[in-house]
């Protein structure tokens, strides 16, 4: 999916969405909302908490940069 989004010219890095300093307190921030009640991901089949989608979203851009590498 990385692969093919770089192809199309979508954003893969934190960077690409002009986030240039990654701040642990924000990234949870944002964690946090995305686990609000009501939201989507609670229809998820397993519970995802707001350490889940921080290690996801950092998870994804450093694999998004090192596949920039790579590819």
Same mark, same amino acid.
């Given at each position: 999916?990385?692969?093919?989004?770089?192809?199309?010219?979508?954003?893969?890095?934190?960077?690409?969405?002009?986030?240039? !300093? /990654?701040? #642990?307190?924000? @990234?949870? !921030? /944002?964690?946090?909302? /995305?686990?609000?009640?009501?939201? %989507? $991901?609670?229809?998820? #089949?397993?519970? $995802?908490?707001? !350490?889940? /989608?921080?290690?996801? @979203?950092?998870?994804?851009? !450093?694999?998004?940069?090192?596949?920039? %590498?790579?590819?």
């Amino acid at each position: 999916v990385v692969y093919l989004c770089q192809q199309i010219g979508l954003p893969t890095t934190l960077a690409e969405l002009d986030v240039t !300093e /990654v701040k #642990p307190e924000e @990234i949870m !921030e /944002v964690a946090k909302l /995305v686990c609000a009640d009501g939201d %989507t $991901v609670g229809n998820m #089949p397993f519970d $995802v908490t707001p !350490e889940d /989608v921080y290690a996801a @979203i950092l998870g994804a851009d !450093e694999l998004a940069k090192y596949l920039k %590498t790579v590819l």
